[in-house]
């Protein structure tokens, strides 16, 4: 086996084993099917997850916390066996429709879960409640309690509640700040792919799954995710960015088949000899363990850098000039006014905003002037933007200290 191979395979099992606390998420399209949710899958699934709690031991060894999509699913096949068919382009339908499933989704994981003993909660969020501090603590207090009785949170977005701008976009963002919240080391996204291919499988159907991948970032994602890469899409571009986030706080993500046979079993070493794929006769297809490793980076942000980053979608942009972006890049600096070219959207004072330089996007931080603002100190020297607004003003555009480069947005 190349030593390459080996090295990220033993960092995984190790990684894997040592795990604690464990986010998994899984897609409505692992949970259902035109007739609306699989029990048989979802039986399937909470056997393995009841597996995984405990280990190779008896007592529980592992909190999960589940975030299960499915809700639309369910509630549209509902619907339509009372005749009713509603256009789930609509986001209003889409609400109503996931009110009608998410009861359904609870009972048919409750009923799942209840055979292996395992008592379940439902948790239902808008990204508003983590943008709040207070809502933050008090979910995070929630859980907490939850994984003290050893039951098992099961985590959707409040879509009834939700509107555009207060949607997380999808379930795979919303687990991405559960990571952050729940302090998990280890993220597991159950999906209807085998994997991370290497190109587009709409454009190459035999692109092969790679077994690792080091760092997202550097990965070219309009060749992997085709034209899906828009935030909120779903699709492997929405999990990439997920596993990217987690990445950032040094958390490692498996993307794994939820169909597969299986899967968490072997992928937690719970099915098979704990090293079989560190065997030397174990790059066959058959020995190879399932899925894509993310691995974790090596230098991690804090965690407040990830919630400010993550807590809510960018506002506005600002454009700034060649001197500011290598100032922001090489040398760690604040952005000051001077180095803006141009500004977009409009957007409140302290709001996320996105950074870019010919087109390249440099991060995002929390603007200390409104878009009005800075638009009339845009280009100014300091002395002229103490002219323009008075002495009360900041000298930083956004200070580093509220600034995350390279984020996964
Ligand atoms: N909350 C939606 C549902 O339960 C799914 C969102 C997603 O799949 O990302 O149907």
Not at 106 to 133: K, P
Not at 238 to 244: G, P, Y
Not at 358 to 385: D, F
């Amino acid at each position: 086996m190349p030593h390459a191979q080996e090295y990220s395979r033993r960092g995984r099992l190790r990684a894997v084993n040592q795990s604690r606390t464990v986010i998994i998420k899984v897609g409505s399209a692992v949970l259902s099917d035109a007739q609306g949710l699989n029990t048989e899958v979802m039986s399937d699934l909470a056997r393995q997850i009841a597996l995984v709690r405990n280990g190779r031991g008896d007592a529980p060894q592992r909190r999960v916390v589940l975030v299960s999509s499915g809700a639309v699913a369910a509630g549209r096949a509902v619907l339509a066996a009372s005749g009713q068919r509603p256009d789930i382009a609509d986001l209003a339908a889409r609400q109503a429709a996931a009110a009608v499933g998410q009861g359904q989704l609870m009972r048919a994981w409750d009923t799942a879960f209840a055979a292996h003993g395992v008592n379940t909660a439902q948790i239902l969020l808008t990204r508003d409640d983590l943008r709040s501090r207070e809502r933050f603590l008090n979910i995070r207090n929630t859980v907490a309690a939850l994984l003290h009785w050893n039951a098992l949170p099961i985590v959707n977005e409040n879509d009834t509640v939700s509107v555009s701008e207060l949607k997380f976009g999808d379930n795979d963002c919303l687990a991405s700040l559960l990571v952050n919240l729940t302090g998990a080391d280890l993220f597991v996204n159950l999906t209807s792919a085998p994997g991370v291919r290497t190109a587009d499988p709409r454009l190459e159907p035999d692109a092969p799954v790679m077994e690792c991948v080091e760092d997202v970032g550097s990965l070219d994602l309009k060749r992997l995710c085709g034209s899906k890469t828009e935030a909120g899409s779903g699709g492997m571009y929405s999990k990439l960015l997920a596993a990217r986030r987690a990445a950032q706080i040094g958390v490692p993500t498996l993307i794994l088949p939820g169909r597969s046979p299986h899967v968490l079993t072997l992928a937690f070493g719970l099915h098979c000899e704990p090293d079989l794929y560190l065997k030397e006769d174990s790059d066959g297809p058959e020995r190879r363990p399932p899925g894509t490793w993310v691995q974790p980076l090596a230098h991690a942000i804090s965690r407040r850098k990830f919630w400010l980053a993550y807590q809510s979608e960018p506002a506005g942009a600002i454009v700034v000039d060649a001197g500011a972006a290598e100032a922001l890049l090489r040398r760690g600096s604040s952005l000051l006014p001077g180095g803006v070219r141009a500004v977009e959207g409009s957007f409140q004072k302290g709001a996320l905003v996105r950074l870019s330089h010919e087109g390249q996007s440099l991060g995002v931080g929390l603007s200390n002037y409104n878009a009005a603002e800075l638009k009339k100190i845009m280009g100014r020297k300091r002395h002229e933007v103490a002219a323009i607004l008075g002495d009360a003003h900041y000298p930083e555009v956004i200070h580093r200290d509220n600034l995350l480069l390279d984020a996964a947005v």
